[in-house]
């Protein structure tokens, strides 16, 4: 009987410790993600979902998060790379959000100017593709532009995937080559990333 208790006690104790490791942030919608700052310090996101990418007349939907809100960028986890401790998605999923986001940029290298978008990101099922840029400051001059080409950013994804954390594990890594400070990874629908 004591046995029993216990086994009850510790199963409540473990689903209790679970369900405060889930994210606090609601999952997103499958699609396309963009953000920029505004000079205001505003984040504005742009969406495009999944059934209308590839749509050349779809206007994507804007919306606004006040500068008040936005969480601090860290600057020493930008350049680290790591695994998630806990999480897991099916590669399957982590290569189509992959495949979303590296098919959203027409040109090639793709050039993010330091007041130009900041994060990009792609999410299919509870799979969420990202790049994110650390630079900041005007259009021209050192430290200020990101050029960095898709099969950097792939390398970078498959380097995750292969090397670092597995298959099915997340995590994320610094894209090398290229000029500027990139992170690219993938995690988990609702997560956070890049801040």
Not at 106 to 115: A, C, K, L, Q, R
């Amino acid at each position: 009987m004591k046995i029993a208790a216990l086994s009850l006690s510790l199963l409540a104790t473990a689903l209790a410790v679970s369900t405060t490791a889930l994210p606090d942030r609601p999952k997103g919608p499958d699609g396309l993600y963009k953000s920029y700052s505004d000079e205001s310090g505003n984040e504005v996101t742009e969406f495009v979902p999944w059934n209308e990418l590839g749509s050349t007349t779809f206007v994507p939907i804007t919306s606004v998060v006040p500068a008040a809100s936005m969480k601090q960028r860290s600057t020493l986890m930008k350049r680290d790379e790591g695994c998630h401790p806990s999480a897991f998605v099916p590669t399957s999923e982590t290569d189509a959000a992959n495949k979303c986001l590296i098919d959203g940029f027409s040109d090639d290298p793709i050039v993010i100017t330091g007041n130009g978008y900041l994060r990009y990101w792609c999410i299919y099922r509870n799979a969420v593709s990202y790049i994110c840029s650390y630079n900041t400051g005007p259009i021209v001059g050192p430290g200020t532009t990101t050029t960095t080409y898709k099969a950097d950013i792939m390398g970078s994804w498959d380097y995750v995937k292969r090397t670092l954390c597995g298959f099915n594990r997340l995590g994320y890594a610094q894209v090398i080559n290229g000029e500027g400070d990139v992170t690219a990874g993938y995690t988990y629908n609702g997560d956070g990333f890049c801040f």
